[in-house]
């Protein structure tokens, strides 16, 4: 791969017209459809903060061009273009462009945005970072020298442990199965603490191979004692991808009457029991054939997009994104999401709720009115009507 520096941007607005940013549709980052795929994320050290983005395309690379800007909130009409960039990289392959980006750490909280343009058909997608004065995640994990842009690691795989502080750190192990999210109609929050109790713990210094030998969730940090570090879930080599029939299982909850769960849990991996309770639920083998697939492949999306301390089916936005699918419209504001469903013309809101374990997580805000929706929803998906 070559090294290339991305162009210095100029002092005009990055977007024709002012237009504040919460009135963008910002679903295609839940599409997997979408031409491009897009992440960042933010490493803090002493005096500075580094952001690492990757773009994905689907096309050559070289056909879409990478610009930035920095806006005080959503709601700000027009930006600044960024030009005080204290260092900007990128290494370019056919259809993948890394980069790191570092600057000063801010005494004031503001937002970056990357905006993608295709340079044949002018499309643009945009993508949003809040840049944190305190933001805790301290490092990373590399697997065979490329950064790990997922939250989540495969067990007995070879990875190295990166420190923004190049200090020895404690590893706090934990094996706890995370309860998945509770339906949008309850009163139940099912977030995790901001301080768990761990299983183990031991110790490695940057820059060491760190090699998961259990699944679970596995937190670094220099200070145990404050709320930083970074963490990632160790999972079984196929995810987000599901093959066993006991991982099968979990993701039926939110579809299944207690009976039909609990006839699940005692198929002991067995395919054949395991298909039976399937057909028994959408009463036709070829609808359940189309429900394992369309169902499934929703729940390897989730993981894809909302893995966090816990698998990304178990989390609120995975959730909703198993029974509703791809929202029609996403819009963010300062510490929140809004889904929009035209079919059933449901809003959700979303919350930013972090914590050291996944400063990103948010947290849905419940309400009794779903209930309807919700089980005319969850109705169809068991006839296989996605």
Request: with cysteine.
């Given at each position: 791969m070559k090294l290339f520096g991305l162009f210095i941007l100029g002092l005009v607005p990055l977007f024709a017209g002012a237009q504040s940013l919460t009135g963008f549709n910002f679903k295609d980052q839940y599409n997997p459809e979408s031409e491009v795929e897009f992440s960042m994320e933010l490493v803090k050290s002493t005096n500075q903060i580094t952001l690492f983005f990757e773009l994905k395309t689907k096309q050559p690379t070289e056909k879409y061009v990478l610009t930035w800007e920095k806006r005080e909130s959503f709601a700000q009409k027009s930006g600044a273009a960024l030009t005080d960039l204290d260092s900007v990289k990128a290494h370019i392959s056919t259809n993948k462009k890394q980069g790191s980006y570092a600057f000063n750490i801010p005494a004031k909280s503001w937002l970056l945005v990357a905006k993608i343009t295709n340079t044949e058909n002018k499309v643009s997608w945009l993508y949003t970072q809040l840049i944190e004065s305190k933001y805790p995640v301290t490092g990373w994990l590399e697997n065979q020298g490329d950064r790990v842009h997922k939250k989540y690691i495969s067990v007995d795989n070879k990875y190295t442990v990166k420190s923004a502080s190049a200090q020895t750190l404690f590893v706090s192990y934990y094996k706890d199965n995370f309860p998945a999210a509770s339906p949008p109609f309850t009163d139940i929050d099912r977030k995790a603490d901001r301080f768990m109790f761990y299983d183990s713990t031991f110790q490695i210094k940057s820059g060491d191979t760190f090699t998961p030998t259990k699944m679970g969730l596995y937190?670094?940090?220099?200070?145990?004692?404050?709320?930083?570090?970074?963490?990632?879930?160790?999972?079984?080599?196929?995810?987000?991808?599901?093959?066993?029939?006991?991982?099968?299982?979990?993701?039926?909850?939110?579809?299944?009457?207690?009976?039909?769960?609990?006839?699940?849990?005692?198929?002991?991996?067995?395919?054949?029991?395991?298909?039976?309770?399937?057909?028994?639920?959408?009463?036709?083998?070829?609808?359940?054939?189309?429900?394992?697939?369309?169902?499934?492949?929703?729940?390897?999306?989730?993981?894809?997009?909302?893995?966090?301390?816990?698998?990304g089916w178990k989390t609120d936005r995975g959730m909703i994104y198993l029974i509703f699918g791809i929202p029609d419209e996403v819009s963010k504001n300062d510490g929140t999401e809004v889904w929009f469903y035209k079919s059933t013309r449901t809003s959700f809101t979303f919350v930013k709720s972090g914590s050291v374990y996944d400063?990103?997580?948010?947290?849905?805000?419940?309400?009794?009115?779903?209930?309807?929706?919700?089980?005319?929803?969850?109705?169809l998906l068991r006839k296989s009507r996605f």
């Open positions: 937190l670094f940090q220099q200070d145990t004692s404050a709320a930083e570090g970074f963490a990632y879930r160790c999972t079984n080599e196929i995810y987000p991808k599901f093959s066993k029939i006991s991982d099968l299982i979990g993701p039926m909850i939110f579809i299944t009457t207690q009976d039909e769960y609990s006839a699940l849990l005692k198929t002991e991996n067995d395919k054949t029991k395991f298909d039976k309770v399937i057909l028994d639920i959408t009463g036709d083998a070829d609808r359940a054939r189309s429900f394992i697939r369309n169902y499934f492949r929703r729940v390897e999306l989730a993981n894809i997009y909302f893995s966090s301390f816990k698998e400063p990103d997580n948010y947290v849905l805000v419940r309400d009794k009115r779903f209930m309807e929706t919700w089980f005319s929803k969850v109705d």
